[in-house]
């Protein structure tokens, strides 16, 4: 049912051959650059010398599925695309422009986007000239119910003024950031679902202050998490993205294909934490033979491969479903591989660093680091426990259409 196209086959063909000749090669040039900086969000050269080549081969925009800005590719053809990329995920995915929230973002510009604002920032963004951020979780309010969002736009003549604080916004930090996508509330006492607004906003507008960079597990990723303080800031009312009050169906146009991003860049994580598990087993001996022949070592191997190929069935079930019958219709597939995958990868990974005894817990393997990242994912578009609350209330509707609804 999800065999690839034959123009998935010949993108994941040269993808590879990308990942094997450039970026693998590429890892050392990377952190060296970035530790000879010694500015945490510095932009190493690599990356531009990268997307240079990747543009060279055709390898660029991969995951739009609007056929005038990328190649068109389903959900279903890019997925095994994005899991290649989630190997090197520090570089790849950006090398490719391929990278959220840029991704995300350039969807939300292409399908509510004016004229004006595809002029000014979407085609830039295509061309990985600029970099973006996503404005949304808040640090006084439970965001994980975006209805709490506080932060407000309130309408001023031609104006709407922009009041409020955000954080981990991510890409804020990004040294080719230019601009917002910030998610508010214009209309208090409008109906639950509709007090939500997004606008476009230049990072460098009067009243913006970047005020820290949040670590991930102590660690300062290049893009930062920016806390930001919104202090009387004036944008222009075309500055809205396509109607007061649609904050909340443009985040949902925005998070589906994000999911399958996510997840399949984890598998690819967790194939080639997989692999590091694989050949430090065979490579280490105790007790006078490899640890590759014990048999604990090869539960966890055997484990981890079923786990994957579970995890990515499912995620390419998502990606299908996603291409034929919509976005609503793979509701229950779409949380149900947000919650599966960042655990299984956490689980890989986890394995991986204990073959690698006190080694794994360093920078000199990517595994503490990677295991980082997707402990981050299980709060990245949602909660584990917002996404399972959406599967029991789907499964409970199922068998009984009238639960939970009032008379």
Same mark, same amino acid.
């Given at each position: 049912?999800?065999?690839?196209?034959?123009?998935?086959?010949?993108?994941?063909?040269?993808?590879?051959?990308?990942?094997?000749?450039?970026?693998?090669?590429?890892?050392?040039?990377?952190?060296?650059?970035?530790?000879?900086?010694?500015?945490?969000?510095?932009?190493?050269?690599?990356?531009?010398?990268?997307?240079?080549?990747?543009?060279?081969?055709?390898?660029?925009?991969?995951?739009?599925?609007?056929?005038?800005?990328?190649?068109?590719?389903?959900?279903?053809?890019?997925?095994?695309?994005?899991?290649?990329?989630?190997?090197?995920?520090?570089?790849?995915?950006?090398?490719?422009?391929?990278?959220?929230?840029?991704?995300?973002?350039?969807?939300?510009?292409?399908?509510?986007?004016?004229?004006?604002?595809?002029?000014?920032?979407?085609?830039?963004?295509?061309?990985?000239e600029i970099a973006?951020?996503?404005?949304?979780?808040?640090?006084?309010?439970?965001?994980?119910?975006?209805?709490?969002?506080?932060?407000?736009?309130?309408?001023?003549?031609?104006?709407?003024?922009?009041?409020?604080?955000?954080?981990w916004t991510s890409?804020?930090?990004?040294?080719?950031?230019?601009?917002?996508?910030?998610?508010?509330?214009?209309?208090?006492?409008?109906?639950?679902?509709?007090?939500?607004?997004?606008?476009?906003?230049?990072?460098?507008?009067?009243?913006?202050?970047?005020?820290?960079?949040?670590?991930?597990?102590?660690?300062?990723? *290049?893009?930062?998490?920016? =806390?930001?303080?919104?202090?009387? !800031?004036? @944008? +222009?009312?075309? #500055? $809205?993205?396509?109607?007061?009050?649609?904050?909340?169906?443009?985040?949902?146009?925005?998070?589906?294909?994000?999911?399958?991003?996510?997840?399949?860049?984890?598998?690819?994580?967790?194939?080639?934490?997989?692999?590091?598990?694989?050949?430090?087993?065979?490579?280490r001996v105790s007790?006078?033979?490899?640890?590759?022949?014990?048999?604990?070592?090869?539960?966890?191997?055997?484990?981890?491969?079923?786990?994957?190929?579970?995890?990515?069935?499912?995620?390419?079930?998502?990606?299908?479903?996603?291409?034929?019958?919509?976005? *609503?219709?793979?509701?229950? =597939?779409?949380?149900?591989?947000? !919650?599966? @995958? +960042?655990?299984? #990868? $956490?689980?890989?990974?986890?394995?991986?660093?204990?073959?690698?005894?006190?080694?794994?817990?360093?920078?000199?393997?990517?595994?503490?680091?990677?295991?980082?990242?997707?402990?981050?994912?299980?709060?990245?578009?949602?909660?584990?426990?917002?996404?399972?609350?959406?599967?029991?209330?789907?499964?409970?509707?199922?068998?009984?259409?009238?639960?939970?609804?009032?008379?």
């Amino acid at each position: 049912m999800w065999e690839l196209t034959d123009r998935a086959k010949r993108y994941r063909e040269y993808l590879l051959a990308f990942m094997d000749e450039h970026v693998y090669p590429a890892e050392p040039v990377y952190w060296a650059q970035m530790a000879a900086s010694g500015d945490p969000h510095h932009y190493p050269p690599i990356v531009e010398e990268l997307k240079t080549e990747a543009k060279k081969r055709g390898l660029w925009n991969l995951f739009h599925p609007h056929p005038e800005w990328g190649p068109g590719l389903t959900n279903l053809e890019y997925a095994p695309l994005a899991e290649i990329m989630g190997r090197s995920l520090h570089i790849a995915p950006e090398a490719t422009n391929c990278n959220a929230p840029d991704t995300g973002n350039m969807e939300v510009l292409t399908l509510f986007g004016t004229e004006e604002h595809k002029e000014r920032w979407l085609k830039p963004l295509l061309a990985g000239e600029i970099a973006s951020s996503f404005a949304m979780t808040e640090p006084a309010v439970a965001s994980s119910d975006a209805s709490n969002i506080e932060l407000r736009m309130e309408r001023d003549g031609d104006e709407y003024v922009l009041n409020g604080r955000k954080w981990w916004t991510s890409n804020a930090l990004h040294k080719n950031c230019r601009v917002l996508i910030v998610m508010g509330k214009t209309d208090p006492d409008a109906p639950r679902h509709r007090q939500q607004s997004m606008m476009v906003v230049p990072l460098d507008t009067p009243g913006i202050t970047v005020l820290r960079s949040l670590p991930l597990f102590g660690y300062q990723d *290049r893009e930062g998490h920016g =806390e930001l303080l919104f202090e009387n !800031v004036r @944008v +222009p009312a075309t #500055a $809205l993205l396509a109607g007061e009050g649609d904050g909340f169906m443009i985040g949902q146009a925005r998070l589906g294909p994000g999911r399958i991003h996510h997840c399949m860049r984890s598998i690819g994580a967790a194939e080639r934490a997989l692999d590091l598990m694989i050949d430090r087993a065979q490579a280490r001996v105790s007790f006078g033979e490899p640890l590759a022949n014990r048999a604990n070592i090869q539960d966890w191997i055997a484990e981890a491969r079923v786990e994957i190929e579970m995890a990515r069935l499912l995620t390419l079930k998502t990606a299908y479903l996603m291409d034929t019958v919509g976005n *609503r219709q793979a509701r229950t =597939e779409i949380a149900a591989i947000k !919650v599966a @995958v +960042p655990q299984m #990868a $956490l689980k890989v990974i986890d394995r991986a660093i204990q073959v690698h005894g006190a080694g794994g817990l360093s920078n000199d393997f990517p595994l503490a680091d990677m295991y980082a990242q997707q402990r981050t994912l299980r709060f990245a578009d949602g909660p584990d426990e917002v996404h399972k609350r959406t599967l029991a209330h789907m499964e409970l509707r199922r068998r009984d259409p009238r639960w939970g609804r009032t008379a």
